[in-house]
């Protein structure tokens, strides 16, 4: 019971969309109707996942302020093998929120001299699965799918950058980074105060960028919540397509979004039909392989590299989805 009332009412913030469909009826405004219906969505979901943001990007950056680029780099040199893959994926989980805020990260580990298959653990876990994600996904999915989906992310993330370092595709690396060598600057010891303030500048600066992308989330989410026919949403992405799996991966790609937009899109999706597993797999693409990042890492990879990174993040998106698919029954 202590659970399911933190789940409800403190993560899914169950009594703030009672208390919009209240007043927004003391308006005068019907919550039936799908205009009504489409307003309570849009003004629920970007206040509650606005709140869930600030609350988590002070706590992760708090956190991330222990581990600064050097000290990361650090922990897992001393690492080798497997778990060299698997601290580096752990690693991840406390950095930025999107593809695009981890590829510098990625560079500067991988200039540094990491093993590469470690650094990509690091670059595919960091979007794809992060504590932030964690506590959203818990609000909306609850917990059991909550913490699937980031214990198979961080599969994929391993499994991928040691598929990676297993193929010794070094070469691949673009040749400034290689050259750039390692510098080892001393990150200096922050006092409780400097980590608070660093916690709140980040909460401001990541709120700047996140939040158009919130609202556009937001929006399409009551769109197909209000709007959408049902049976089209079961046709397309529902259990009558084996291949709703691939066709979400496959949209997901082109967009550019990060956990916080693409969850109420996602969240509408499965209230109209879609099979979980095909929403995570939509998820999972738009966050790990949008077409900006894709970008971005290309000035750092070859092209070689850069479609092994495409394609093991692509399968293993694709493969996680038709795992949730395949025991949807247990999570829902």
């Known amino acids: 019971m202590i659970w399911n009332f933190v789940q409800n009412q403190i993560l899914g913030m169950k009594w703030l969309n009672a208390l919009l469909g209240r007043l927004l009826g003391a308006l005068g405004l019907d919550t039936s109707t799908r205009w009504g219906g489409s307003i309570q969505f849009f003004l629920y979901d970007v206040i509650k996942i606005t709140v869930l943001l600030c609350c988590l990007i002070f706590l992760i950056s708090y956190l991330q302020s222990y581990f600064p680029p050097e000290r990361s780099k650090k922990i897992m040199g001393r690492f080798h093998g497997i778990w060299a893959n698997a601290i580096a994926a752990l690693l991840g989980t406390v950095t930025p929120f999107c593809s695009c805020s981890s590829i510098p990260l990625f560079i500067g580990f991988t200039s540094a001299g990491l093993p590469l298959g470690v650094t990509f653990s690091f670059l595919i876990s960091s979007p794809m699965v992060d504590l932030g994600s964690l506590v959203l996904l818990m609000s909306i999915f609850g917990s059991k799918v909550a913490l699937a989906y980031v214990l198979l992310g961080l599969v994929v993330a391993v499994a991928g950058g040691n598929l990676i370092e297993k193929l010794h595709m070094e070469d691949q690396v673009e040749a400034f980074i290689r050259r750039a060598g390692a510098v080892d600057i001393e990150s200096p010891t922050l006092t409780q105060k400097e980590r608070l303030l660093y916690a709140k500048e980040q909460v401001a600066s990541t709120f700047r960028k996140v939040f158009p992308y919130i609202l556009i989330g937001v929006g399409i989410g009551a769109v197909i919540h209000n709007w959408i026919p049902e049976a089209w949403i079961e046709t397309v992405l529902g259990s009558r397509n084996p291949l709703g799996v691939i ?86």
Do not use: H, W
């Open 247 to 332: 066709l979400a991966t496959a949209l997901g790609v082109p967009m550019y979004a990060d956990i916080f937009g693409t969850i109420p899109v996602a969240e509408a999706l499965l209230y109209k039909g879609a099979q979980l597993g095909t929403v995570l797999s939509f998820m999972m693409a738009v966050t790990t392989l949008s077409l900006p990042s894709l970008i971005m890492l290309r000035k750092a990879v070859k092209p070689k590299l850069l479609a092994l990174f495409v394609a093991i993040c692509t399968v293993g998106i694709i493969l996680v989805g038709y795992l949730f698919n395949a025991f949807s029954f247990f999570f829902l």
